[in-house]
């Protein structure tokens, strides 16, 4: 997904612009100048799929979706890993929002899959956030489609497991595909 940006425009947001700046104008109808962050149905779309679909910045990519209980894609599934939600607190103090993290497995959903290293962060609004949103657009339009369903998700290859340490290191789908092509190294081509 390619914008016309300025020079030296890098997307780095913080999760507390991420949240205020994003998420919170996404579900109150706001604009958003740029309005640079897409919406994908998460289902489906693998995360090596996702290059040319999100919004890109390095080896991150930035999209919104509808909050859903089901996370499988054609390949595999986002399972949950981590304790607990995290809070995203404004600079004020004040809970924002909520990050929850998800691993990506290859492989049917009640089965065993194998996991990888990609990553998804899966950020919503607090609680009382989404409900004042509801109430506020409910009063206004009560037909409308209710946007505070809507997460923002940023999805990259992780370099280490949950421990911090990379000894644990599991290969993605493409690392796999190219450690598997060594073979044609060997092979010399014409000049």
């Given at each position: 997904?390619?914008?016309?940006?300025?020079?030296?425009?890098?997307?780095?947001?913080?999760?507390?612009?991420?949240?205020?700046?994003?998420?919170?104008?996404?579900?109150?109808?706001?604009?958003?100048?740029?309005?640079?962050?897409?919406?994908?149905?998460?289902?489906?779309?693998?995360?090596?799929?996702?290059?040319?679909?999100?919004?890109?910045?390095?080896?991150?990519?930035?999209?919104?979706?509808r909050k859903t209980q089901s996370r499988v894609t054609g390949s595999g599934y986002w399972q949950p890993f981590g304790a607990k939600d995290e809070h995203i607190y404004s600079s004020s103090g004040h809970i924002i929002g909520i990050r929850k993290h998800y691993e990506f497995y290859i492989g049917e959903l009640d089965s065993n899959g194998v996991k990888t290293n990609w990553?998804?962060?899966?950020?919503?609004?607090?609680?009382?956030?989404?409900?004042?949103?509801?109430?506020?657009?409910?009063?206004?339009?009560?037909?409308?489609?209710?946007?505070?369903?809507?997460?923002?998700?940023?999805?990259?290859?992780?370099?280490?497991?949950?421990?911090?340490?990379?000894?644990?290191?599991?290969?993605?789908?493409?690392?796999?595909?190219?450690?598997?092509?060594?073979?044609?190294?060997?092979?010399?081509?014409?000049?």
């Amino acid at each position: 997904m390619s914008f016309n940006m300025p020079p030296g425009f890098r997307f780095h947001p913080t999760d507390e612009e991420l949240v205020v700046h994003f998420l919170h104008r996404k579900t109150k109808l706001l604009p958003c100048h740029p309005d640079i962050i897409p919406d994908l149905d998460l289902h489906p779309y693998d995360p090596w799929d996702l290059n040319g679909k999100a919004m890109a910045e390095g080896s991150r990519w930035y999209f919104y979706s509808r909050k859903t209980q089901s996370r499988v894609t054609g390949s595999g599934y986002w399972q949950p890993f981590g304790a607990k939600d995290e809070h995203i607190y404004s600079s004020s103090g004040h809970i924002i929002g909520i990050r929850k993290h998800y691993e990506f497995y290859i492989g049917e959903l009640d089965s065993n899959g194998v996991k990888t290293n990609w990553v998804m962060q899966e950020f919503r609004l607090s609680d009382s956030s989404s409900s004042s949103t509801r109430s506020s657009r409910s009063r206004r339009n009560s037909n409308c489609v209710d946007h505070s369903k809507w997460v923002l998700c940023r999805v990259y290859e992780g370099e280490c497991d949950d421990d911090g340490d990379d000894d644990g290191i599991e290969l993605s789908c493409l690392d796999e595909v190219f450690l598997s092509m060594d073979d044609f190294d060997e092979i010399s081509l014409p000049n």
